[in-house]
């Protein structure tokens, strides 16, 4: 029995519960989803000056998740904001979901399209791309054009876009298999899978299956070198919460 902390970057109570029951949807039944966000922060992260923001929380949160239990921790933003810092705070496996999604796709297909919100967050998922070394695996990328919380506005506009873009990536790129580029669109891979018949990969759900996946095999972050705990310092203002 595992428990896994999984939190969303962004302040959006809706695109946390999007993305909660994902996670709670595809657990193992022995699995406790801790689902969060920062208590302070920004409501969608949507370039860099949002996810530097972002990371802070999402350190608090590590923080906060081991202290009740969590044995390993999700990052549920596709831009993966603090992801290193967080693996130093964490003793657990801590894996973003743009790299899950982006490693479960390479395993089903030789290349993947991105669908994503905005054309400046395509940028930040090509950078994530040379960061894990996946650029050659990608086809392509595309935007929605819509900003983030228009997948919570609830006029399904969003989602439907997310399906048309979808639809038009497997048509045009050339690509086996799909990742969807928002935690907010965590509800619709299964749904787009059985429509397309390729593997439409979702990052949320991705990424509880291999922190779930790591902590069967016995492993956690390694603490040797780079993702070694913090050097102990004190921690002046606001940060000190992080101490
Ligand atoms: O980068 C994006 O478009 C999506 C990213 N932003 C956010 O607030 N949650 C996310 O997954």
Redesign the pocket.
């Known amino acids: 029995a595992f428990c896994i902390q999984v939190i969303n970057p962004?302040t959006s109570p809706e695109m946390t519960e999007t993305i909660a029951s994902a996670a709670r949807r595809i657990a193992s039944p022995g699995t406790t989803i801790l689902a969060s966000c920062p208590t302070q922060g920004v409501e969608?992260?949507?370039g860099h000056f949002d996810e530097a923001i972002a990371a802070i929380g999402v350190l608090e949160q590590v923080k906060q998740g081991k202290a009740q239990g969590a044995q390993g921790h999700v990052i549920a933003?596709?831009?993966d904001p603090g992801l290193l810092a967080a693996r130093e705070l964490a003793s657990g496996p801590v894996i973003g979901i743009a790299e899950a999604a982006m490693h479960m796709a390479t395993l089903v297909a030789t290349r993947f399209s991105i669908v994503?919100?905005?054309p400046r967050?395509v940028i930040?998922a090509r950078h994530l791309l040379r960061q894990y070394g996946f650029e050659h695996h990608c086809a392509a990328l595309h935007a929605i054009d819509l900003p983030?919380l228009a997948l919570e506005d609830g006029t399904g506009l969003a989602q439907q876009k997310v399906r048309e873009r979808c639809i038009q990536a497997k048509r045009e790129d050339g690509s086996g298999a799909i990742v969807l580029?928002?935690?907010?669109m965590a509800n619709l891979a299964s749904e787009l899978t059985q429509e397309l018949g390729i593997p439409v990969i979702d990052g949320v759900t991705a990424a509880v299956k291999m922190v779930e996946s790591l902590l069967a095999l016995g492993f956690g972050t390694s603490k040797y070198g780079d993702l070694a705990y913090p050097n102990k310092k004190p921690l002046s203002g606001c940060f000190d919460m992080l101490s």
């Open positions: 962004n969608s992260i949507e933003c596709f831009g994503t919100t905005l967050t930040i983030v580029g928002c935690g907010g």
